[in-house]
């Protein structure tokens, strides 16, 4: 599956890392986690820490699905309001879902200190009405979410102006927040497991997967056998092939980065991340390096061939947009690029194990705009199902509510 177009900035800075070797041979382990990106390396690094035998196998080169596109905004904010999820599961687990998110910021920050050099920074959080009748649904969202003890601040027009350059008709500004340079995050890990005696093998393409209530096992198009006490489900947006009923849709996400630009022009924006309410919306976020990072247009376009000719049309709509909104920057892409993401129908994502595949496989798809603090949530429940803990949020981040 073809998830990236045009040159995501995380490859072009960093480029190959680290050569991994293919999987050419038969092996046993007590897990295997299928996928190299993002997610399948935090969830090896959490299971690594708790004393299982972990296998990472990934079809491309590591890091080089989706997390090398991965705009990597770590908030506790899930695309869905608080206030939405709550009407639909009740204000316990919405607000739950929003604390796991908060929760896995903390993890996060904590891990990339123990791992260093992964361009991790707290920053500040910024959600804007983006016309005048949004202003509402963000005054019930902010008072729910300050009900519930989350750090949030109100903004009028004038103090928005006066401390982020542009005009809006309020916003919810939040200290719970952070940004990483996920590539680099997912190979600094991986090789931190290697020495470790984590074995990690790259252009390995899983091909069958063979359940029984003893084991798995599974076979790659290269010809090895891999037999495993279980097996993680941790290889993105294809994860669904493995899936007799698509539980989220895929559609393509574009950005662009900009050359380093001055950091007193930026101001305020050096230290927060920007997001709009209209859907799609526009985000923005900046680099280690004081360039902007920005992205939206999201659309529903699943063909890579068709993403790929969108990406300069694409990135010119966004750059207009921030352009409109920071007059007072001067906004050119530098490298531009397209990426596949999932949308489920309430943001959440699927953590667990599946009827189809039986209490061995366990699918971890962080799927929507928190793809990352979903993988590190995900992290804690594959590790708490492994050792038959529960976890407050495996009901909700499990199969169950999709099939009612």
Known sequence: MDLKSGYPFWAVKNGLMRAFPALQSDLRCEVAVIGGGITGALIADALAQAGHEVVVIEQRDIGWGSTAASTALLQYEIDTHLVDLAERYGEADAVAAYRGCAEAIESLHGLAGAVRDVGFAR??????????????????????????????????????????????????????????????????LLARLLRGGTRVFDRSRVTTIAATTRGVTLQTAEGATVRAGHVVLAAGYATQQWLDRRVARNRSSYAFVTDPLDEDALGALRRTMVWESARPYLYLRTTQDGRLLAGGEDDAVDRPARRDARVDRKARRIAAKVGALLPHLDIVPAFSWGGTFAETADGLPFIGPHRQHGSRVVFVMAYGGNGITYSMIGAGLVSAYLARRRHPLQALFGFGRFER
């Open 123 to 188: 920053t500040h959080s910024l959600y804007y009405a983006s016309r005048r009748r949004d202003r509402a649904a963000l005054e019930a969202e902010f008072a729910l979410r300050r009900r519930h003890g989350f750090d949030v601040r109100w903004l009028e027009p004038e103090p928005l102006l006066a401390r982020y350059g542009f005009r809006a008709p309020a916003a919810i500004l939040s200290t719970t927040a952070a940004q990483v340079d996920p590539y680099r995050f997912t190979y600094r």
